[in-house]
């Protein structure tokens, strides 16, 4: 069964494009029709792309890996940072912090700092300093929160990069085209598709379009972090079974030697006993 139908998306104005005189000829095998100026954008194709992207990021959650959320436009920001945080991977709804990718581990370094700070407040070592000095460390420490608070967890550069509106995250997407970071993207009629690898042609200004879209895409990803829990189960099961089997082989292969043994010492008695009798 598809994670999303037709009449979801339509309801939700998922096939609304941007203007024809702001189109992107790219993106012409995913118009149905022009309307009154305005592009037209065939939703069963939408369906077909949606459900593609949702199976691929299932396979990256059951692996374990992290997809990057990226949205910092108004109409986003909040669903994207929900549906994000519902399937525990980072986002970005904030300003998109150049290099993020490509110098990862400056990043990081800054991510490290904010973790220091709250250490060295928890511990009483800023008790001494200043009030001045105490405000400019919290407002620092506010700022990195709010910049890269989301992506704390992030200790290695994600698996996948999902954005919303390709036009507005377009260094985001240079950054990940440069790394060989899987591209997955609603794109409207006026973007270019050609960096993004999974690509789902939509709405991405209306909030309830990008809702729509997300809600299948991280429904997917819940799945593959549920299967994933699942193996894990299993594989422990089958790991405290292996021990017991084991242990009950090497039981039995004492048993099988003592009973030969026995056998050898009453065959060596018996030919004593004969031995005597000659």
Not at 78 to 94: C, G, T
Not at 252 to 258: H, N, Q, T
Request: hydrophobic share 45%; aromatic share 6%; charged share 30%.
């Amino acid at each position: 069964m598809s994670r999303v139908n037709f009449d979801t998306l339509l309801e939700a104005g998922c096939h609304f494009g941007h203007l024809k005189r702001k189109w992107n000829p790219a993106m012409a095998p995913y118009i149905f029709m022009e309307r009154n100026g305005i592009h037209i954008i065939d939703l069963n194709k939408t369906v077909v792309k949606v459900e593609e992207a949702a199976e691929a990021l299932k396979q990256i959650a059951k692996s374990g890996k992290k997809v990057l959320f990226v949205a910092t436009k108004k109409q986003a920001k909040q669903v994207v940072a929900e549906k994000a945080a519902s399937v525990n991977m980072p986002y970005v709804i904030e300003r998109w912090p150049g290099g993020m990718l490509t110098n990862f581990p400056t990043i990081r370094k800054a991510v490290k700092k904010m973790a220091t700070i709250d250490k060295l407040t928890n511990d009483g070592t800023y008790s001494n300093l200043s009030k001045r000095e105490v405000l400019q460390i919290s407002r620092q420490r506010a700022k990195l929160e709010k910049n890269l608070g989301s992506i704390s967890d992030l200790t290695r550069l994600p698996s996948a990069l999902f954005v919303v509106d390709v036009l507005k995250e377009n260094i985001a997407i240079r950054e990940a085209v440069r790394l060989g970071i899987p591209v997955f993207a609603i794109v409207d009629t006026n973007s270019d598709p050609s960096n993004v690898d999974y690509v789902i042609p939509a709405n991405d200004d209306a909030t309830k379009s990008v809702e729509v879209i997300l809600d299948a895409c991280c429904a997917a990803m819940a799945e593959g972090l549920e299967e994933r829990k699942a193996e894990k189960v299993d594989m422990d099961a089958a790991g405290e079974v292996a021990p017991k089997a084991a242990k009950k082989k090497t039981t039995k292969a004492r048993m099988g030697k003592a009973e030969e043994d026995a056998i050898n010492a009453a065959k060596a008695a018996a030919f004593v006993n004969k031995e005597d009798e000659a």
